[in-house]
C-alpha cells in the first residue's frame, strides 16, 4: 500500500468526506452573526454589559462616572478613576480581538507523498513538523510548541501566541477582580452590617428595587470571584511554563509526548539516573529540549526543579550560529553535549532535519561524537550553520 493510501485512511479528515483546512477553521471558530463570530460577541456584550450593571446599581464606579458626567464639578479623581476603566477595558477588548482566531504557528503544508511516513512527515496534514510540535485536529494543522486549544478564543495556544494569552490571562483577571470588588463593595454592608437604618435601605420589602440590587450585587461578586479564580490560576501556570519552558500538553502528557517518553521510560529516580548513558542513546533531555523555546515569556534558565527532576545542571552556554542567509540561532546547552546533540536543539527551533544541518568554523567541520568542550566551544562563540 502507497503511503498517500495509508496517509488517507489514517487521517480522520478523509474518512468518509473530504475537510477543507478552511471549514476546520471556521468550525474551531465558531459561527457568524452579522459578520462576526460568537466568540467575540459573547465578549463584547459580556464586558459591556457588566460595566452597564455596575453603574446602574449605583456602585463605586456609578458615583465615579456621575461626576464625569457633570463636567464642571468633576474632580481629577472622578475623570482618573474612569479613564483607568475605559483603558482597561478597551485594552483587554482589543488584545481579545487581536487574539482571537490568531496564528499559533501552523506549519505549511506541503507534498511529502514520495516519503515515508518514518521520516517525520505528519500522517494527517503532510507538514514536517519541529520536534516539539503537535497536530491539532480542531485546526486541521501542526502546531509548535502546542500548549493547548483554547475555545473561548477559537485558536490554538502555540509558539507564535503563547505570550499573547500569558498577557490576556494577567489582564482578564485583573478586570473581574476590579468587577468583583466593586459588585462586593456594594452589597457586603447590606448582608453583614448589624445597623438598623442600612437593613432598611437594603431591604425594603420583597420585590423591591433594593433588595433585587442587593441580592443581583451579591450573585455578581460570587460569579466574577470564580471567574478571577480561574484566570489567575491561568496566569500563574502559565507563567510557571513560560519560566520553565514547558507547555500544558508536556506537563499533562509526560511520558506520552513522542520526544520524551524515552527519558520518562529510563528515568528510575536521582540515584539510578546516568545521564551521561541516556545522553548518548537519546540525544538531549528533556530540560535542554524544553530549553530550546524560542518564544518563552520569561528568558530563564529553565526550572531548577524540573533540571533537578531529570537530572540536567544549570550552568549552561549558550551557541550563536549564524547560516549568512538572514537566520541566527541562539541555542543553550551544555559543555559536555556532542555536537549531534547541538544539531537537535537547532533543529528543534529551525525545523531543520538534524541531520541536513552541518555546523563548522572556517573549514573545520565539527564532528556529530565529539563534545563541545572537545572543541573549545564556550558561552558566547559564534559558529556558522549550513545545511546538507
Same mark, same amino acid.
Given at each position: ?8 485512511? &489514517? ?11 478552511? /471549514? +476546520? ?8 452573526? *452579522? ?100 497536530? /491539532? ?9 502546542? /500548549?493547548?486549544?483554547?475555545?473561548? +478564543? ?12 500569558? +498577557? ?12 468583583? *470588588?466593586? !459588585? ?40 466574577? &470571584? &470564580? ?59 528533556? !530540560? ?53 546533540? *547541538? ?41 556558522? *550553520?549550513?545545511?546538507?
Amino acid at each position: 500500500m502507497r503511503w498517500s493510501e495509508t496517509a488517507a485512511s &489514517a487521517r480522520p479528515e478523509t474518512s468518509g468526506r473530504v475537510v477543507k483546512l478552511t /471549514d +476546520l477553521l471556521a468550525e474551531a471558530r465558531g459561527r457568524k452573526y *452579522l459578520g462576526v463570530e460568537e466568540g467575540r460577541w459573547i465578549f463584547i456584550l459580556g464586558h459591556s454589559l457588566g460595566v452597564v450593571f455596575l453603574v446602574a446599581t449605583n456602585t463605586y464606579l456609578a458615583d465615579r462616572v456621575k461626576g464625569v458626567w457633570n463636567w464642571s464639578t468633576a474632580s481629577a479623581w472622578d475623570c482618573t478613576y474612569v479613564l483607568c476603566v475605559v483603558l482597561a477595558v478597551g485594552g483587554n477588548l482589543w488584545l481579545h480581538n487581536h487574539l482571537f482566531g490568531s496564528d499559533p504557528g501552523w506549519m505549511p503544508r506541503e507534498d511529502f507523498s514520495s516519503e515515508a511516513p518514518g521520516d517525520g512527515i505528519c500522517p494527517y496534514c503532510r507538514a514536517r513538523p519541529m520536534l516539539r510540535s503537535r497536530h /491539532d485536529h480542531h485546526t486541521g494543522q501542526c502546531v509548535p510548541c502546542f /500548549d493547548h486549544y483554547c475555545p473561548m +478564543l477559537g485558536t490554538t495556544i502555540g509558539d507564535c501566541n503563547h505570550a499573547k494569552f500569558w +498577557l490576556y490571562n494577567a489582564t482578564q483577571a485583573f478586570i473581574t477582580a476590579w468587577g468583583c *470588588l466593586l !459588585a462586593f463593595q456594594a452589597s457586603g454592608p447590606c448582608l453583614w452590617s448589624s445597623s438598623q437604618q442600612v437593613q432598611e435601605a437594603c431591604w425594603q420589602g420583597f420585590g423591591s428595587w433594593a433588595s433585587i440590587r442587593t441580592v443581583m450585587l451579591a450573585i455578581t461578586s460570587l460569579m466574577l &470571584a &470564580a471567574l478571577t479564580n480561574m484566570f489567575s490560576g491561568l496566569w500563574t501556570l502559565h507563567t510557571v511554563l513560560a519560566a520553565s519552558g514547558q507547555t500544558t500538553y508536556e506537563v499533562a502528557k509526560g511520558s506520552q509526548v513522542p520526544y520524551l517518553a524515552p527519558f520518562f521510560r529510563d528515568y528510575r529516580g536521582p540515584q539510578r539516573w546516568d545521564a551521561s548513558k541516556i545522553a548518548k542513546r537519546h540525544g538531549p533531555s528533556p !530540560a535542554e529540549l524544553l530549553r530550546a523555546s524560542k518564544n518563552s515569556v520569561v528568558n530563564t534558565r529553565g526550572s531548577a526543579l524540573l533540571c533537578r527532576c531529570l537530572g540536567t545542571w544549570l550552568s549552561m552556554i549558550e551557541v550563536v550560529l549564524n547560516d549568512r542567509l538572514g537566520k541566527k540561532v541562539r541555542v543553550k546547552c551544555n559543555e559536555d553535549d556532542t555536537i549531534g546533540d *547541538l544539531k537537535k536543539l537547532v533543529a528543534a527551533q529551525t525545523g531543520t532535519r538534524p541531520e541536513k544541518i552541518r555546523i563548522q568554523k572556517w573549514y573545520n567541520v565539527f564532528k556529530d561524537h565529539i563534545t563541545l568542550a572537545d572543541y573549545e566551544i564556550h558561552d558566547g562563540m559564534g559558529l556558522e *550553520l549550513y545545511y546538507n
